[in-house]
């Protein structure tokens, strides 16, 4: 089970840091991934974490700007979110790369955080 | 990394088989044996139901299958039922990002 928080309203150019809690499974045999779905739009892949934080990747779009992070021990991973866009709006989910079903497919996802960014 | 190209929708009655494309190029689709589709019902997560082009996950019913030809993938639903109606996505490894995600397509059962 993967389960996101943190979203809220925040002005542009604001902060914020989204959390998401695993249980259920080897959070550390894992890697994980976190994807964004603006209002009424399609899914858009962000970045991906490797399962010992030796390895990150972010969508261009977010590169330099939002950071993840993870912490096997606490299962939890994080994504700090800087420099806020009105166009970074959306629903933020929080999901597991396979193991099992191929190697870039998302098998278990959280039920998102919404991140609106507004003045 | 541009989106994968998928139809903004499609539809058919229960019963039929409807295809659901996704076009992308030879850095991802192409290029590649790592193609997705996921299901997404209204206010829920996405769900995995093909992943390597053809292959399905435990649990997911075999009306569901995936094909490629070239730089364009398909997601093929045979006997339609109304709980297939919903948002449909593909995604595929890029050589440029690790995955990319197409449009999606709204399936109407009608």
């Known amino acids: 089970q993967l389960v996101e928080s943190g979203g809220g309203l925040v002005k542009p150019g604001g902060s914020l840091r989204l959390s998401c809690a695993a249980s259920?499974?080897?959070?550390?045999?894992?890697?994980m991934s976190w994807v964004r779905q603006a209002p009424g739009k399609g899914l858009e892949w962000l970045s991906y974490i490797s399962p010992t934080d030796t390895y990150t990747k972010y969508a261009d779009s977010v590169k330099g700007r939002f950071t993840i992070s993870r912490d096997n021990g606490r299962t939890s991973l994080w994504l700090q979110m800087n420099s806020l866009r009105v166009e970074d709006t959306a629903l933020y989910y929080c999901?597991?790369?396979?193991?099992?079903?191929?190697?870039?497919?998302?098998?278990?996802w959280g039920q998102g955080t919404l991140v609106t960014v507004s003045s | 990394q541009s989106a994968l190209t998928q139809p903004a929708s499609v539809s058919g009655s229960p019963g039929q088989s409807i295809t659901i494309s996704c076009t992308g190029t030879g850095s991802d689709i192409g290029g590649y044996n790592y193609v997705s589709w996921y299901q997404q019902h209204p206010g829920q997560a996405p769900k995995l139901m093909i992943y390597?082009?053809?292959n399905r996950p435990s649990g997911i019913s075999n009306r569901f299958s995936g094909s490629k030809s070239g730089n364009t993938a398909s997601l093929t639903i045979s006997g339609l039922q109304a709980e297939d109606e919903a948002d449909y996505y593909c995604s595929s490894f890029t050589s440029s990002s690790p995955l990319v995600f197409g449009g999606g397509t709204k399936l109407t059962v009608l």
């Open positions: 259920g499974f080897s959070f550390s045999d894992y890697y």
């Open positions: 390597d082009v053809t």
């Open positions: 999901a597991r790369v396979s193991n099992d079903y191929g190697d870039y497919s998302l098998d278990s």
